[in-house]
């Protein structure tokens, strides 16, 4: 390559070079040239790990973009994947051996550009309202289709709680549906002589509002911030016959007024952006009764707080923001909230995102013809490195239990498992997913 360019080629082997501890990888450039790196492929059943990069700017852009280039040139077709190995491979391999993504090689490099990469993070986590209902269209309005082909019948766009790591994705969804009721205290709905009322803050696709009304009768008020998710959520709870309990709509959790005795937030906290959790802390506060349960599940670092890639804000959840638990537990306490419970899932969600990869995979040409391979391959690439981050990095699931007054819940925990365990063996569930494809494979 010319002169002016040799500084991010020397940039990009450099890294992998000291990156690679453990197997082979082998990097074919535009021009013909090998590299190799990494000690030998004993260990590696289908042999070594082949990368091609189609053109001369790939180098140069994945060296001088670290935060976005890998996934950028994979994304445009400028880097290849050799069989028998795809993309989640190669970013497991890598990661692997870096053990985090988090590793020196992939960081910003130098105090000031780790102080620019701060500051735009945060400057993205500013969600006013309007920024707000953006950025969730952004990430949820996509195709229903697209959803329907990768998620389990239910839409659950969570972990799902792998209680045997053979279960089904379905299985692992339902049960997770159970830990949170269980976590929630739902069972004290039968000892009231009215419905207990619950609001579902960033409700998703409805599932969690039906199956608690399902199980325990409640009123439940879901809200988010996508129309086509509530138009979604409302013909569900139509269909069921139970839209006159369990309601959804297209509204701002900071407009919802009322009082309930309970409140869940699932796969929410990470869109709301730390600047605003005070705010998120203090306004569910005065949502819920005095003697009511909050419980929250997102997404959480295992260390300190820090920033979200700049992939990840660019191309998935703009605005999005994964908080550590010191962060969620400071701004609680401020608002007045007690927490009762914490509990760090660790690998379910590297479970439920393998599943996810390979239910895209398998149906990769519906994807390409309701979109296009550019974003079939983001879709890969955002799936593949989130379970990375999962599985060999410093992401985990929080689960979090608050209340205002500590009688609210028993004073064991019996009751989290005792009553798990009776939702589990009171449903099972669905057989097949949505699309007859998978019967079919199966078959």
């Given at each position: 390559?010319?002169?002016?360019?040799?500084?991010?080629?020397?940039?990009?082997?450099?890294?992998?070079?000291?990156?690679?501890?453990?197997?082979?990888?082998?990097?074919?450039?535009?021009?013909?040239?090998?590299?190799?790196?990494?000690?030998?492929?004993?260990?590696m059943e289908?042999?070594?790990?082949?990368?091609?990069?189609?053109t001369?700017?790939?180098?140069?852009?994945?060296?001088?973009?670290?935060?976005?280039?890998?996934?950028?040139?994979?994304?445009?077709g400028?880097?290849?994947?050799?069989?028998?190995?795809?993309?989640r491979?190669?970013?497991?391999?890598?990661?692997?051996?870096?053990?985090?993504?988090?590793?020196?090689?992939?960081?910003?490099?130098?105090?000031?550009?780790?102080?620019?990469?701060?500051?735009?993070a945060?400057?993205?986590?500013?969600?006013?309202?309007?920024?707000?209902?953006?950025?969730?269209?952004?990430?949820?309005?996509?195709?229903?289709?697209?959803?329907?082909?990768f998620?389990?019948?239910?839409?659950?766009y969570?972990?799902?709680?792998?209680?045997?790591?053979?279960?089904?994705?379905?299985?692992?969804?339902?049960?997770?549906?159970?830990?949170i009721?269980?976590?929630?205290?739902?069972?004290k709905?039968?000892?009231?002589d009215r419905?207990?009322?619950?609001?579902?803050?960033?409700?998703?696709?409805?599932?969690?509002?039906l199956?608690?009304?399902?199980h325990?009768?409640?009123?439940?008020?879901?809200?988010?911030?996508?129309?086509?998710?509530?138009?979604?959520?409302?013909?569900?709870?139509k269909?069921?016959?139970?839209?006159?309990?369990?309601k959804?709509?297209?509204?701002?959790?900071?407009?919802?007024?009322?009082?309930?005795?309970?409140?869940?937030?699932?796969?929410?906290?990470?869109?709301?952006?730390?600047?605003?959790?005070?705010?998120?802390?203090?306004?569910?506060?005065?949502?819920?009764?005095n003697?009511?349960?909050?419980?929250?599940?997102?997404?959480?670092?295992?260390?300190?707080?820090?920033?979200?890639?700049?992939?990840?804000?660019k191309?998935?959840?703009?605005?999005?923001?994964?908080?550590?638990?010191?962060?969620?537990?400071?701004?609680?306490?401020?608002?007045?909230?007690?927490?009762?419970?914490?509990?760090?899932?660790?690998?379910?969600?590297?479970?439920?995102?393998?599943?996810?990869?390979?239910?895209?995979?398998?149906?990769?040409?519906?994807?390409?013809?309701?979109?296009?391979?550019?974003?079939?391959?983001?879709?890969?690439?955002?799936?593949?490195?989130?379970?990375?981050?999962?599985?060999?990095?410093?992401?985990?699931?929080?689960?979090?239990?608050?209340?205002?007054?500590?009688?609210?819940?028993?004073?064991?925990?019996?009751?989290?498992?005792?009553?798990?365990?009776?939702?589990?063996?009171?449903e099972?569930?669905?057989?097949?997913?949505?699309?007859?494809?998978?019967?079919?494979?199966?078959?």
């Amino acid at each position: 390559p010319p002169r002016s360019t040799l500084f991010p080629y020397t940039t990009l082997f450099r890294s992998l070079k000291r990156a690679i501890k453990r197997g082979k990888l082998i990097v074919t450039d535009y021009n013909g040239k090998v590299y190799e790196y990494g000690p030998g492929a004993d260990e590696m059943e289908k042999g070594p790990m082949h990368i091609r990069l189609t053109t001369r700017k790939a180098s140069a852009h994945i060296a001088k973009y670290p935060q976005v280039g890998a996934g950028e040139a994979y994304m445009w077709g400028w880097m290849e994947i050799g069989e028998p190995y795809d993309i989640r491979d190669m970013v497991l391999f890598v990661t692997m051996n870096a053990k985090r993504l988090g590793d020196a090689s992939l960081k910003p490099k130098g105090p000031m550009r780790k102080a620019v990469q701060k500051t735009l993070a945060r400057v993205d986590g500013i969600n006013l309202r309007g920024k707000a209902r953006k950025n969730a269209e952004h990430t949820y309005n996509l195709t229903r289709r697209l959803y329907e082909l990768f998620l389990d019948e239910d839409r659950q766009y969570t972990m799902g709680y792998y209680r045997d790591v053979e279960n089904s994705l379905e299985k692992a969804q339902l049960d997770k549906k159970a830990h949170i009721a269980a976590k929630m205290y739902m069972e004290k709905a039968r000892e009231t002589d009215r419905p207990l009322r619950v609001l579902d803050i960033g409700c998703g696709w409805g599932g969690l509002a039906l199956y608690l009304n399902k199980h325990y009768d409640c009123e439940v008020l879901g809200v988010a911030l996508a129309r086509d998710q509530i138009a979604f959520c409302k013909e569900r709870a139509k269909n069921l016959g139970v839209d006159d309990k369990v309601k959804f709509a297209l509204m701002d959790y900071r407009d919802v007024e009322g009082q309930f005795d309970r409140i869940s937030s699932v796969g929410l906290l990470e869109h709301v952006g730390t600047v605003h959790y005070p705010q998120f802390f203090e306004h569910t506060h005065k949502l819920l009764t005095n003697d009511g349960v909050m419980f929250s599940h997102c997404c959480g670092r295992a260390g300190p707080p820090g920033f979200t890639d700049a992939w990840t804000r660019k191309y998935i959840f703009p605005g999005g923001y994964i908080p550590a638990l010191s962060e969620l537990v400071t701004q609680s306490e401020k608002a007045g909230f007690q927490i009762m419970d914490v509990e760090a899932m660790r690998f379910h969600y590297s479970h439920t995102l393998e599943e996810w990869y390979k239910r895209t995979v398998m149906h990769r040409e519906e994807i390409v013809q309701l979109y296009d391979e550019t974003f079939y391959r983001m879709w890969l690439f955002y799936l593949a490195g989130a379970e990375q981050s999962f599985r060999h990095g410093m992401m985990v699931n929080w689960q979090l239990q608050y209340v205002k007054d500590r009688a609210a819940v028993p004073m064991t925990g019996d009751y989290v498992y005792e009553e798990s365990r009776r939702l589990r063996e009171s449903e099972e569930p669905p057989s097949w997913h949505l699309d007859p494809a998978l019967k079919e494979a199966a078959e």
